[in-house]
């Protein structure tokens, strides 16, 4: 088995792809060990000091470091961590894990059809973008008073130094472009 890895725009993340499918559909975030509970792999990578965070997305796993390590101290333990378990043939979710989607609030009339075009250009313009960098955006509510759009930042993007220019830039940008009703951007913790 090879696994690759590339850089993020974050330095602190790094994106391992396995050849294989990681979720297939949809990503899931652990951010600690005890999250981590609910995949074995991601146990398994948080078992290893020095990581803070980890990411599954559709083939890929992205790995937040922290602080205390550097990634040539790091890279060789979690790229086995993956391949032993990818080679064991184990889940990648225990039972009850469920991989994340956008937020599941019901929305009424207008307010409905406009989340829906927000929802549309994050999973088919975005969200593939954003993908290639290691990490996912997600919808997590639009204010239709307002015109704010509140989005979840995750994997290499939560935390990058350059995820709130790609949030203003791109994202708000794309966003008002295409539904004049939003106005603005905002990231929800």
Request: charge should be negative; hydrophobic fraction near 45%; include cysteine.
């Given at each position: 088995?090879?696994?690759?890895?590339?850089?993020?725009?974050?330095?602190d993340?790094?994106?391992?792809?396995?050849?294989?499918?990681?979720?297939?559909?949809?990503?899931?975030?652990?951010?600690?060990?005890?999250?981590?509970?609910?995949?074995?792999?991601?146990?398994?990578?948080?078992?290893?000091?020095?990581?803070?965070?980890?990411?599954?997305?559709?083939?890929?796993?992205?790995?937040?470091?922290?602080?205390?390590l550097?990634?040539?101290?790091?890279?060789?333990?979690?790229?086995?961590?993956?391949?032993?378990?990818?080679?064991?043939?184990?889940?990648?979710?225990?039972?009850?894990?469920?991989?994340?989607?956008?937020?599941?609030?019901?929305?009424?009339?207008?307010?409905?059809?406009?989340?829906?075009?927000?929802?549309?250009?994050?999973?088919?313009?975005?969200?593939?973008?954003?993908?290639?960098?290691?990490?996912?955006?997600?919808?997590?509510?639009?204010?239709?008073?307002?015109?704010?759009?509140?989005?979840?930042?995750?994997?290499?993007?939560?935390?990058?130094?350059?995820?709130?220019?790609?949030?203003?830039?791109?994202?708000e940008?794309?966003?008002?472009?295409?539904?004049?009703?939003?106005?603005?951007?905002?990231?929800?913790?």
């Amino acid at each position: 088995m090879f696994i690759q890895t590339e850089a993020t725009p974050n330095p602190d993340v790094l994106k391992f792809l396995p050849g294989r499918d990681v979720l297939g559909q949809g990503t899931r975030e652990f951010r600690s060990a005890s999250e981590a509970m609910a995949s074995p792999l991601a146990a398994a990578i948080f078992d290893l000091d020095g990581v803070g965070r980890v990411f599954f997305g559709p083939d890929f796993v992205t790995v937040t470091k922290s602080d205390s390590l550097d990634w040539p101290q790091l890279k060789a333990p979690v790229l086995a961590a993956i391949m032993e378990h990818f080679t064991s043939n184990a889940p990648i979710l225990s039972d009850g894990g469920e991989a994340a989607g956008h937020d599941a609030d019901v929305y009424e009339g207008d307010v409905a059809q406009i989340v829906a075009e927000i929802k549309d250009l994050l999973d088919t313009r975005i969200r593939p973008a954003v993908a290639q960098d290691g990490g996912d955006i997600l919808f997590n509510r639009f204010e239709a008073a307002t015109g704010v759009v509140w989005l979840h930042m995750r994997g290499a993007c939560a935390g990058c130094p350059s995820s709130s220019a790609t949030l203003k830039s791109g994202v708000e940008n794309m966003l008002k472009h295409y539904v004049p009703e939003v106005t603005r951007v905002e990231q929800a913790l």
